[in-house]
């Protein structure tokens, strides 16, 4: 690695086609307390929770694949302490020596954190120099709104950046990140209150005989109906994400089996009742589970997934809670 790179004011991670570690800078490895023998040779996925991993999975990977590059994806990277260090991060895909390698540099975004106070110091100063010096209230007048102006823009920066991390692209409605947060948060309720809640994992009957005889365009628009469909079918509480591809996700606080599998049986006839104009019906698929204390995060995703087997291998267009298998 070239000296410049390995000392640059960014953090450099360079890894292969499989994810392994293969180059680390040293402004990267400071940052997170680790030595180089700790991550060279090391899975990528070694440094991310399960939340991360699964943006990994259903965002950096399909479109490092696809466009050869991933443009300011917000993510959080474990150090060696067990802190949550958020960065920007960029990557590029390209051969080197016929061996596929993807270079991705990360800018923290504890910086941001840095530049907030920094306004505020500067503000405090301003103020100051207002009170001391009349003769100076014009200058100070353009100072301050150029001030506000940056912190307005900090904030929406900020705001957008959530928001785009959160949100799945084509429906609109929160992806499988958001949702990975909020199941761990209703887990936590859970071991504190004991309130129950469930789980629907939904998937659409034969959606790839959907794209295959009307189109890709057509599925998508299918999936932003189906969307605004359980958007609008829900309680105001209940949490609606894209899982991925043609299955959607939905959970059901303060909610138990007979009321989640009420729940469930609604959204299959609203699906189906649904004025389906672009492939002239529709139907889904619905496995439900309802936490207990045995189970864990991915427990009650694996049960509610076995449950929609079952829904389907049953002819479909049904919804079946794990209980009953």
Request: glycine share 4%; charged share 30%; with cysteine.
């Amino acid at each position: 690695m070239d000296v410049r790179l390995r000392e640059a004011p960014c953090g450099f991670i360079s890894f292969d086609h499989n994810g392994y570690i293969i180059e680390v800078n040293n402004t990267f490895l400071e940052w997170m307390g680790f030595k180089q023998e700790n991550l060279v040779g090391k899975h990528i996925e070694s440094l991310l929770t399960m939340a991360n991993k699964l943006i990994f999975h259903s965002y950096f990977y399909p479109n490092i694949n696809l466009h050869g590059h991933v443009e300011e994806l917000f993510i959080n990277f474990t150090s060696q302490t067990g802190e949550s260090v958020p960065y920007l991060m960029n990557a590029r895909r390209f051969e080197q020596d016929d061996i596929e390698v993807i270079d991705c540099i990360l800018v923290q975004m504890k910086k941001r954190i840095d530049y907030e106070l920094e306004l505020r110091t500067t503000k405090k100063q301003m103020e100051e120099a207002y009170l001391e010096k009349n003769r100076a209230l014009a200058k100070l007048e353009q100072i301050y709104i150029e001030i506000e102006k940056k912190q307005i823009e900090l904030m929406e920066i900020n705001s957008g950046l959530v928001q785009i991390s959160n949100t799945d692209k084509l429906t609109g409605i929160p992806n499988r990140r958001f949702f990975q947060e909020k199941l761990e948060e209703q887990i936590v309720i859970y071991r504190k209150e004991e309130k129950p809640f469930s789980l629907l994992i939904i998937d659409i009957d034969h959606f790839k005989k959907v794209n295959d005889t009307y189109g890709h365009q057509i599925g998508d628009i299918v999936l932003v109906k189906l969307a605004n469909i359980l958007k609008n079918q829900v309680r105001s509480d209940d949490i609606v994400a894209r899982f991925g591809g043609e299955e959607f996700t939905i959970i059901l606080p303060n909610t138990d089996v007979d009321e989640a599998i009420l729940i469930a049986q609604k959204l299959n006839r609203a699906i189906e009742l649904a004025e389906w104009t672009e492939t002239g019906n529709l139907t889904v698929s619905v496995g439900i589970d309802t936490f207990t204390e045995d189970d864990t995060e991915a427990s009650i995703v694996k049960k509610a997934d076995q449950a929609l087997y079952v829904s389907k291998e049953n002819g479909r267009n049904r919804a079946t809670h794990f209980i009953d298998l």
